[in-house]
């Protein structure tokens, strides 16, 4: 079983920013599609923001699409998720996942094609 830890979550005021990050423990993620997703109660998991695996740059969902980056350290082997103009729509628990594909894959933003997942951190926008 894959092994991730998510940290940076929080409470952020309406407009302000936080960053999610992702770090593999025990894989590289070299090889392995990226996503990120979210959660509120009641709702179906939203994917949010992808990205292939070796030279693909990050899709993002409308409702994040110019707030929202995604992106990778190959050194840290972690993905990250900044988030800019938080609104209080974006609270919720998010999700990184991944999963396996051979070179060039490019990525989805749905839930059921990704095997492995964090164990979710929560984000939480309040005035």
């Known amino acids: 079983q894959l092994q991730f830890v998510e940290s940076g979550g929080g409470v952020v005021q309406p407009g302000g920013s936080l960053t999610v990050s992702c770090r593999a423990s025990d894989f590289t993620l070299d090889y392995y599609l990226m996503a990120w997703f979210r959660q509120v109660p009641g709702k179906e998991r939203e994917g949010i923001a992808c990205?292939?695996?070796?030279?693909?740059?990050?899709d993002y969902a409308d409702s994040v699409k110019a707030r929202f980056t995604m992106s990778r350290s190959y050194a840290e082997n972690t993905i990250y998720l900044q988030m800019n103009d938080l609104q209080l729509e974006d609270t919720a628990v998010y999700y990184c996942a991944v999963k396996w594909a051979s070179p060039q894959s490019i990525c989805s933003m749905q839930s059921a094609d990704y095997d492995y997942w964090g164990q979710g951190i929560r984000v939480t926008v309040a005035s």
């Open positions: 990205m292939g695996n070796i030279g693909h740059s990050a």
